[in-house]
């Protein structure tokens, strides 16, 4: 959608962040260009939902192992919020 732009730096003006915290592994980050958008009814603004990605390292002498937790964030925004029409 066209206004994806305007969703996303309003995202960036308010400084909207998400966080995850595992152990001693953590990660913050904000919306980027690949972030998904999804469009529900009203007229709510744009929010961040969902987890960023983790990568957790361990290793024990010569074992070493890395796991990944995948991202789940995704922006939320009503269909009428800054006159947009999905």
Do not use: H
């Amino acid at each position: 959608m066209k206004n994806d732009k305007a969703v996303r730096a309003y995202l960036r003006a308010i400084n909207a962040t998400s966080s995850i915290c595992i152990g001693r592994s953590s990660n913050r980050c904000g919306v980027g260009t690949c972030t998904p958008i999804k469009y529900v009814r009203g007229g709510d603004a744009p929010r961040l939902k969902g987890q960023p990605y983790l990568k957790t390292q361990f290793s024990n002498g010569r074992f070493s192992k890395t796991l990944y937790t995948p991202s789940t964030l995704y922006v939320e925004v009503g269909e009428n919020w800054y006159g947009l029409k999905s």
